[in-house]
C-alpha cells in the first residue's frame, strides 16, 4: 500500500448551476474523500475559487486532479505545494469561564473574543488547521458549548 | 431572429445536420413534438421505450462516426433514457439527450412527472445542461454537439423546462462555441512521441494495445500502416475489434477475459506495450498486479485521467490518437527495424499454433460458435454485426472475422443486456446498405423486444439471431465454475413461441434445429429484407473458453472445462 498523504488542492471554476455538486459527485462516486472544501466567488470575475483538503496515496491525488479537470466548468486545478494554509474556528463558552484566561489563549492562535452575551461568549481564531485544532484541545478545559469550524482556505507562496 | 424554445431546437437539429432523431414524446417535450411535426428536415423514429431510443441513436453514432441524437419527456421518459445514457458514458459514444422537464415554476415542487433528471445524469454524462432562459438555447445546444463530439466522446444531456421551450427569444447559431474551460489536447507532446520511438527502436518484444479509443477517433487506417511499416504485432480489445482487420498477418485476436491464448500470452511476455487509445478495462488486464509484468508502457489517450490510472505510463502521450500515430510513424521511418522482432514474431505463432481460438464440434446440435462463423463466411464485410450481452457476445467477438472499424457495436463498459435490437436498428438507419445483424441470447432479446414494431413501421430491418441455450447462458457459465452448478434463476427453459411472436408484428421467423436450415433461414431472412428473428437452438452447456477468472493473471487461462 502506498502512504497515503493529506493535499490541499485549489480548483477555479466557473460560476454555474450545479458546478458545486460536480466537484462533490465526483468525490462520492469514485470514493475520494473531502476532508474540507470551502467554496467562494473571486471578486470580479465569472469563476468561483475551491479549496479542498483531501487525502489518498500519489496515484489517488493524480487522479483526483485529472478528473477535476476533465469537468467542463473547471478552468484550472493547483495541487499546491508550497503554500500559507488557514482555517477558522468560533467556540462558545458559559460566561462563567474565565474570560481572560480565554481571550489570552485566543489571541496565541490569532484570535479573540467577538462576542460576550448574557450567559456566553464567543471566541474566534483563524490559523494553520493543525494550530486549529490545539486550540480546540487547549480550550476543552473551558467547556465549550459549541464549536465550530471552517473549511481550509490556502494559496501559494 | 426571434423564435419559440421549441423551434430553436429544430432549428439548432437542422444546423447540426441531423438527419435523424430517436425518441419518444410526452407532456412535458410537446412543444417541440409539435415543431417535428411541422418540419421534414430530419425523421423522427418513434421507438416504443426510451431505452431503446438511446440505444438507437448509439448504434446509429457508433456506425456512422457522428453525433446521435435522442428526444425523451420528463420523469419516467427521462427515467427509462438513463440506462442508454450510461451506457453511451461508459463507451464514450457521442450522444445528444434532449430531455423535457416540467416548467419552471413547477420545479422543485415533486410536480407530476418532476424528476432531478440533471441530478441523475450528472454522474452518467459528459455534461449536462438545465436550460431556464430560452435565450441561452442556441449557444448551449451548440455546445452540447461540440462536447459530444471532441475530445474524448460522451453524451451530453440537456434538459429544457416546458416553458421554457414555449418562451420567445432571439435564435443566432453563428457565434463560434467559446469555452474557455474547455481545450482538449490534440498534438501529442513532441518530445514524448519522439522518446516514445526510442523506447519502440530499443524493445525486443513490442506489442499494440489497441482500444476503441482508435475506433472514435477515426485512426483504424494510421494504426495499420504505423503496425506495417514497423512490423509490430497487435492485440485488440473487445472495443476495438476490426481495427487491424480479421486477415491482418499482424493481429493476434482479442485479449482479456475471453481472450485468446496467444494474445493474452504476448501481452504477458511483451516488454514494451504501446497502448493506443486503450484504458486498462479490468476486464482487459486481469489481475493488475501481474499484468504485463516485464514492460515498460507508452500509453497514448485523448484523456489526460485515462493515463496511469491503473498502470504506470513511462511515456505518457495526451492526444488524438489518429495524430498521434501519424507522428510516430514519421518518426519510425529508419529508426525501427521490423527485422528486429522476428523472433518475436515466431514466439507468437508458437502460442497461436498452441491453442488456436476453437471449439469441439458435436455430433447432433449446433455450436454456437459455429453459428458466428457461419454468418461471417456468409455474409462477413456486408454485415454490420450488433450484440446484446452474455456468452453470444463474447463468442461474436471471438469468431466473427471482423474486417473494418465500425463493423462490430456492442455494450461494452456497461454491458447492458437489450442494447443489441435497437442499437442494431440504428445501425440500419445509419447504414442503410449493410444487413444489420443482432446477435443475441434468449435472455437479452426480451429485454427490448417491443423495438420489434418500431423496426417494421420504419422499415429497419433487424436479422436477430437467437443464439438460444435456454438459459442466462453467461451467468449459468458462472454458476457451472464457481458455484458448483446452483442454476439460480437462469434455467429458461420457458420459452415464448418466437416465430408468432415476430410474426405478430409483421416480420418474419425461423426456428432453426440443423446447419442447413440456418443456411437457408439467414438467405431467406436477408432476402426478404423484413425484420426476422432466427431461433438457432445451441448445445445448451457450452462456455466461453479460454477464460481468465474475474481478478486472475491473463497468463493463468482456464483453456479448457471439462464436466466431471
Ligand atoms: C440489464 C442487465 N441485467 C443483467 C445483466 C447480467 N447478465 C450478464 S450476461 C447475462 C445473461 C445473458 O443471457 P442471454 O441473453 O440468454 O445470453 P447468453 O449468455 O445465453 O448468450 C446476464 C443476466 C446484464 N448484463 N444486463
Same mark, same amino acid.
Not at chain 2, 454491458?415 to 444489420?436: H, I, L, N, W, Y
Not at chain 2, 438460444?468 to 458462472?478: E, S
Given at each position: 500500500m502506498m502512504q497515503n498523504e493529506r493535499r490541499v488542492v485549489s480548483v477555479i471554476l466557473q460560476n454555474e448551476a450545479s458546478a458545486l455538486s460536480r466537484i462533490t459527485d465526483l468525490f462520492s462516486a469514485r470514493g475520494y474523500n473531502i476532508e474540507s472544501l470551502t467554496v467562494a466567488p473571486i471578486p470580479e470575475s465569472k469563476y468561483s475559487r475551491l479549496t479542498i483538503a483531501t487525502s489518498g496515496s500519489v496515484r489517488v491525488i493524480e487522479q483526483i486532479i485529472k478528473q477535476l479537470h476533465k469537468l467542463i466548468p473547471v478552468l484550472r486545478v493547483y495541487e499546491h505545494a508550497d503554500l500559507v494554509e488557514k482555517e477558522m474556528a468560533m467556540v462558545k463558552f458559559p460566561i462563567g469561564e474565565n474570560l481572560s484566561d480565554i481571550e489570552t489563549l485566543s489571541k496565541a492562535y490569532n484570535g479573540k473574543i467577538v462576542n460576550v452575551g448574557n450567559d456566553m461568549i464567543i471566541a474566534m481564531v483563524a490559523d494553520e488547521p493543525k494550530r486549529v485544532s490545539h486550540y480546540l484541545e487547549a480550550v476543552k478545559r473551558f467547556n465549550p458549548k459549541e464549536i465550530v469550524r471552517s473549511g481550509t482556505v490556502a494559496l501559494e507562496r | 431572429m426571434q423564435m419559440s424554445g421549441a423551434q430553436m431546437v429544430i432549428e439548432a437539429l437542422k444546423h447540426e445536420g441531423v438527419d435523424t432523431v430517436f425518441g419518444y414524446p410526452g407532456g412535458a417535450i410537446m412543444n417541440v413534438y409539435d415543431e417535428i411535426y411541422k418540419q421534414d428536415d430530419?425523421?423522427?423514429?418513434?421507438? %416504443?421505450?426510451?431505452?431503446?431510443?438511446?440505444?438507437?441513436?448509439?448504434?446509429?453514432?457508433?456506425? =456512422?462516426?457522428?453525433?446521435?441524437?435522442?428526444?425523451?419527456?420528463?420523469?419516467?421518459?427521462?427515467?427509462?433514457? #438513463?440506462?442508454?445514457?450510461?451506457?453511451?458514458?461508459?463507451? *464514450?459514444?457521442?450522444?445528444?439527450?434532449?430531455?423535457?422537464?416540467?416548467p419552471m415554476s413547477l420545479i422543485g415542487t415533486d410536480a407530476f412527472q418532476e424528476i432531478d433528471s440533471v441530478g441523475i445524469s450528472r454522474s452518467c454524462t459528459k455534461h449536462n445542461y438545465l436550460v431556464t432562459d430560452a435565450a441561452d438555447l442556441p449557444r448551449v445546444l451548440k455546445e452540447a454537439f461540440y462536447l459530444a463530439a471532441t475530445g474524448r466522446?460522451?453524451?451530453?444531456? #440537456?434538459?429544457?423546462?416546458?416553458?421554457?421551450?414555449?418562451?420567445?427569444?432571439?435564435?443566432?447559431?453563428?457565434?463560434?462555441?467559446?469555452?474557455?474551460?474547455?481545450?482538449?489536447?490534440?498534438?501529442?507532446?513532441?518530445?514524448?512521441?519522439?522518446?516514445?520511438?526510442?523506447?519502440?527502436?530499443?524493445?525486443?518484444?513490442?506489442?499494440? $494495445?489497441?482500444?476503441?479509443?482508435?475506433?472514435?477517433?477515426?485512426?483504424?487506417?494510421?494504426? %495499420?500502416?504505423?503496425?506495417?511499416?514497423?512490423?509490430?504485432?497487435?492485440?485488440?480489445?473487445?472495443?476495438? %475489434?476490426? =481495427?487491424?482487420?480479421?486477415?491482418?498477418?499482424?493481429?493476434? *485476436?482479442?485479449?482479456?477475459?475471453?481472450?485468446?491464448?496467444?494474445?493474452?500470452?504476448?501481452?504477458?511476455?511483451?516488454?514494451?506495450?504501446?497502448?493506443?487509445?486503450?484504458?486498462?478495462?479490468? %476486464?482487459?488486464?486481469?489481475?493488475? *498486479?501481474?499484468?504485463?509484468?516485464?514492460?515498460? #508502457?507508452?500509453?497514448?489517450?485523448?484523456?489526460?485521467?485515462?493515463? *496511469?490510472?491503473?498502470?504506470?505510463?513511462?511515456?505518457?502521450?495526451?492526444?488524438?490518437?489518429? $495524430? #498521434?500515430?501519424?507522428?510516430?510513424?514519421?518518426l519510425a521511418k529508419g529508426k525501427v527495424d521490423p527485422e528486429r522482432y522476428a523472433p518475436w514474431l515466431e514466439t507468437i505463432d508458437h502460442f497461436n499454433k498452441l491453442h488456436p481460438l476453437g471449439y469441439e464440434e458435436e455430433a447432433g446440435t449446433i455450436k454456437p460458435q459455429w453459428v458466428i462463423e457461419r454468418i461471417g463466411q456468409l455474409l462477413g464485410e456486408k454485415a454490420n454485426i450488433s450484440t446484446d450481452v452474455g456468452q453470444h457476445q463474447m463468442w461474436t467477438a471471438q469468431f466473427y472475422p471482423f474486417t473494418r472499424p465500425r463493423q462490430f457495436i456492442s455494450s461494452g463498459g456497461l454491458g447492458t443486456m437489450g442494447f443489441g435490437f435497437p442499437a442494431a436498428m440504428g445501425v440500419k438507419r445509419g447504414d442503410m446498405e449493410r444487413v444489420s445483424i443482432n446477435v443475441t441470447g434468449d435472455g437479452s432479446i426480451l429485454m427490448n423486444i417491443q423495438e420489434l414494431m418500431t423496426s417494421v413501421e420504419y422499415k429497419l430491418p433487424v436479422i436477430n439471431v437467437i443464439l438460444n441455450n435456454h438459459f442466462l447462458g453467461m451467468v449459468r457459465q458462472w454458476q457451472t465454475l464457481f458455484y458448483d452448478k446452483r442454476y439460480s434463476e437462469t434455467d429458461l427453459s420457458m420459452q415464448p413461441n418466437w416465430v408468432g411472436l415476430v410474426e405478430s408484428f409483421g416480420g418474419v421467423g425461423y426456428n432453426v434445429e440443423t446447419k442447413e436450415e440456418f443456411d437457408a433461414a439467414l438467405k431467406d431472412a436477408v432476402e426478404k429484407n423484413v425484420v426476422a428473428m432466427i431461433n438457432v437452438s445451441v448445445s445448451r452447456f457450452e462456455n466461453v473458453l479460454p477464460m481468465v477468472p474475474a481478478g486472475g493473471s491473463l497468463f493463468n487461462m482456464m483453456l479448457e472445462y471439462k464436466d466431471k
Amino acid at each position: 500500500m502506498m502512504q497515503n498523504e493529506r493535499r490541499v488542492v485549489s480548483v477555479i471554476l466557473q460560476n454555474e448551476a450545479s458546478a458545486l455538486s460536480r466537484i462533490t459527485d465526483l468525490f462520492s462516486a469514485r470514493g475520494y474523500n473531502i476532508e474540507s472544501l470551502t467554496v467562494a466567488p473571486i471578486p470580479e470575475s465569472k469563476y468561483s475559487r475551491l479549496t479542498i483538503a483531501t487525502s489518498g496515496s500519489v496515484r489517488v491525488i493524480e487522479q483526483i486532479i485529472k478528473q477535476l479537470h476533465k469537468l467542463i466548468p473547471v478552468l484550472r486545478v493547483y495541487e499546491h505545494a508550497d503554500l500559507v494554509e488557514k482555517e477558522m474556528a468560533m467556540v462558545k463558552f458559559p460566561i462563567g469561564e474565565n474570560l481572560s484566561d480565554i481571550e489570552t489563549l485566543s489571541k496565541a492562535y490569532n484570535g479573540k473574543i467577538v462576542n460576550v452575551g448574557n450567559d456566553m461568549i464567543i471566541a474566534m481564531v483563524a490559523d494553520e488547521p493543525k494550530r486549529v485544532s490545539h486550540y480546540l484541545e487547549a480550550v476543552k478545559r473551558f467547556n465549550p458549548k459549541e464549536i465550530v469550524r471552517s473549511g481550509t482556505v490556502a494559496l501559494e507562496r | 431572429m426571434q423564435m419559440s424554445g421549441a423551434q430553436m431546437v429544430i432549428e439548432a437539429l437542422k444546423h447540426e445536420g441531423v438527419d435523424t432523431v430517436f425518441g419518444y414524446p410526452g407532456g412535458a417535450i410537446m412543444n417541440v413534438y409539435d415543431e417535428i411535426y411541422k418540419q421534414d428536415d430530419f425523421q423522427h423514429i418513434l421507438t %416504443r421505450h426510451e431505452q431503446a431510443a438511446v440505444h438507437a441513436a448509439e448504434g446509429y453514432a457508433k456506425v =456512422t462516426g457522428k453525433v446521435g441524437v435522442a428526444m425523451v419527456t420528463s420523469g419516467p421518459g427521462f427515467t427509462n433514457a #438513463v440506462t442508454g445514457i450510461a451506457d453511451a458514458y461508459m463507451d *464514450s459514444i457521442p450522444l445528444v439527450v434532449i430531455s423535457g422537464q416540467v416548467p419552471m415554476s413547477l420545479i422543485g415542487t415533486d410536480a407530476f412527472q418532476e424528476i432531478d433528471s440533471v441530478g441523475i445524469s450528472r454522474s452518467c454524462t459528459k455534461h449536462n445542461y438545465l436550460v431556464t432562459d430560452a435565450a441561452d438555447l442556441p449557444r448551449v445546444l451548440k455546445e452540447a454537439f461540440y462536447l459530444a463530439a471532441t475530445g474524448r466522446p460522451g453524451p451530453v444531456h #440537456v434538459d429544457i423546462p416546458k416553458d421554457v421551450t414555449a418562451q420567445i427569444a432571439e435564435f443566432d447559431y453563428s457565434r463560434p462555441v467559446e469555452m474557455e474551460t474547455y481545450k482538449p489536447t490534440t498534438k501529442g507532446n513532441a518530445r514524448q512521441i519522439k522518446k516514445a520511438i526510442e523506447a519502440i527502436a530499443a524493445a525486443k518484444r513490442p506489442l499494440l $494495445y489497441l482500444g476503441g479509443g482508435i475506433i472514435s477517433a477515426n485512426a483504424a487506417d494510421e494504426v %495499420r500502416a504505423f503496425a506495417k511499416m514497423t512490423g509490430i504485432p497487435a492485440v485488440e480489445t473487445f472495443m476495438a %475489434r476490426g =481495427t487491424m482487420g480479421a486477415d491482418n498477418p499482424l493481429v493476434i *485476436s482479442m485479449l482479456g477475459m475471453h481472450g485468446s491464448y496467444a494474445a493474452n500470452m504476448a501481452m504477458s511476455e511483451t516488454d514494451l506495450v504501446i497502448g493506443l487509445g486503450a484504458r486498462f478495462d479490468d %476486464r482487459v488486464t486481469g489481475k493488475l *498486479s501481474e499484468f504485463a509484468k516485464n514492460a515498460d #508502457v507508452i500509453h497514448v489517450d485523448i484523456d489526460p485521467a485515462s493515463i *496511469s490510472k491503473l498502470v504506470n505510463a513511462e511515456y505518457p502521450i495526451v492526444g488524438d490518437v489518429k $495524430y #498521434v500515430v501519424e507522428e510516430m510513424t514519421t518518426l519510425a521511418k529508419g529508426k525501427v527495424d521490423p527485422e528486429r522482432y522476428a523472433p518475436w514474431l515466431e514466439t507468437i505463432d508458437h502460442f497461436n499454433k498452441l491453442h488456436p481460438l476453437g471449439y469441439e464440434e458435436e455430433a447432433g446440435t449446433i455450436k454456437p460458435q459455429w453459428v458466428i462463423e457461419r454468418i461471417g463466411q456468409l455474409l462477413g464485410e456486408k454485415a454490420n454485426i450488433s450484440t446484446d450481452v452474455g456468452q453470444h457476445q463474447m463468442w461474436t467477438a471471438q469468431f466473427y472475422p471482423f474486417t473494418r472499424p465500425r463493423q462490430f457495436i456492442s455494450s461494452g463498459g456497461l454491458g447492458t443486456m437489450g442494447f443489441g435490437f435497437p442499437a442494431a436498428m440504428g445501425v440500419k438507419r445509419g447504414d442503410m446498405e449493410r444487413v444489420s445483424i443482432n446477435v443475441t441470447g434468449d435472455g437479452s432479446i426480451l429485454m427490448n423486444i417491443q423495438e420489434l414494431m418500431t423496426s417494421v413501421e420504419y422499415k429497419l430491418p433487424v436479422i436477430n439471431v437467437i443464439l438460444n441455450n435456454h438459459f442466462l447462458g453467461m451467468v449459468r457459465q458462472w454458476q457451472t465454475l464457481f458455484y458448483d452448478k446452483r442454476y439460480s434463476e437462469t434455467d429458461l427453459s420457458m420459452q415464448p413461441n418466437w416465430v408468432g411472436l415476430v410474426e405478430s408484428f409483421g416480420g418474419v421467423g425461423y426456428n432453426v434445429e440443423t446447419k442447413e436450415e440456418f443456411d437457408a433461414a439467414l438467405k431467406d431472412a436477408v432476402e426478404k429484407n423484413v425484420v426476422a428473428m432466427i431461433n438457432v437452438s445451441v448445445s445448451r452447456f457450452e462456455n466461453v473458453l479460454p477464460m481468465v477468472p474475474a481478478g486472475g493473471s491473463l497468463f493463468n487461462m482456464m483453456l479448457e472445462y471439462k464436466d466431471k
